[in-house]
């Protein structure tokens, strides 16, 4: 396995509060990303990251906010959770960006209630 | 606006018979076009992937098949094997840019 680690790994949170999930990888790859994994929806890019401090929007980044202030590190922050972020989220990485390979972490699953 | 369209949902096949998956894309820009295959509990990983410059490729048992006039793609499990059972999720790719998803077909493999 690509040497991708998210954590934490199962979290259960109350409507509103703040909640902050952490990929770390150490293949010093330039791309980072962050998915959403929902039935009938399969994965949906939330925010990517094509190098330090330098991130993007994707398709559904409302009420998500991304930081990178280290190649390792790609923090995604729900701001104020809400129960549509019930979800199971996947980070992955690739050396050349879109067109080419990414390397999923084992996925972190986000319970909203 | 969903640019990759991907079917069946689910797909029940007989052990050695051939699982068939289909993608279809929209933005002819696309030029990456992999499969992944995902167990339950784990991240997707990378199965197979084909460019635009050649109209099959096959590793093994899986084979992609690509018809870019018609703007579709497709994934051949031959001989399928319970272990096969699984999520198969196809993407597409421009550039440097992201990679588009389709919507996942859950194969299941019977005896």
């Known amino acids: 396995d690509a040497g991708i680690t998210q954590s934490p790994r199962h979290k259960v949170t109350e409507t509103g509060t703040p909640v902050t999930l952490r990929c770390h990888q150490t293949?010093?790859?330039?791309?980072m990303y962050w998915y959403r994994q929902d039935p009938g929806h399969g994965l949906r890019l939330i925010h990517y990251?094509?190098?330090?401090?330098?991130?993007d929007k994707g398709e559904v980044s409302d009420g998500y906010s991304v930081s990178r202030s280290k190649t390792e590190d790609f923090l995604l922050t729900l701001e104020s959770a809400t129960s549509s972020q019930t979800s199971v989220y996947f980070c992955?990485?690739?050396?050349?960006?879109?067109?080419?390979?990414?390397?999923f972490g084992p996925g972190t699953r986000l319970t909203v209630t | 606006q969903q640019q990759v369209k991907q079917s069946p949902q689910s797909l029940i096949v007989q052990k050695g018979g051939i699982s068939i998956i289909n993608c279809a894309y929209e933005?002819?820009?696309?030029?990456?076009f992999p499969w992944y295959q995902q167990f339950p509990g784990k991240g997707p990983a990378l199965l197979i992937a084909?460019?635009?410059?050649?109209s099959e490729k096959k590793e093994g048992r899986f084979t992609i098949s690509f018809n870019k006039s018609a703007k579709q793609f497709s994934l051949h499990i031959m001989d399928s094997q319970p272990g096969d059972s699984a999520t198969y999720f196809c993407?597409?790719?421009?550039?440097?840019?992201?990679?588009?998803f389709g919507t996942g077909t859950r194969l299941t493999i019977i005896p």
């Open positions: 992955a990485i690739s050396e050349l960006g879109g067109a080419y390979e990414q390397y």
């Open positions: 293949e010093n790859h330039r791309y």
């Open positions: 990251s094509y190098g330090v401090k330098d991130t």
């Open positions: 933005n002819t820009a696309f030029d990456y």
């Open positions: 084909i460019r635009p410059d050649v």
């Open positions: 993407a597409a790719g421009e550039g440097n840019e992201k990679l588009t």
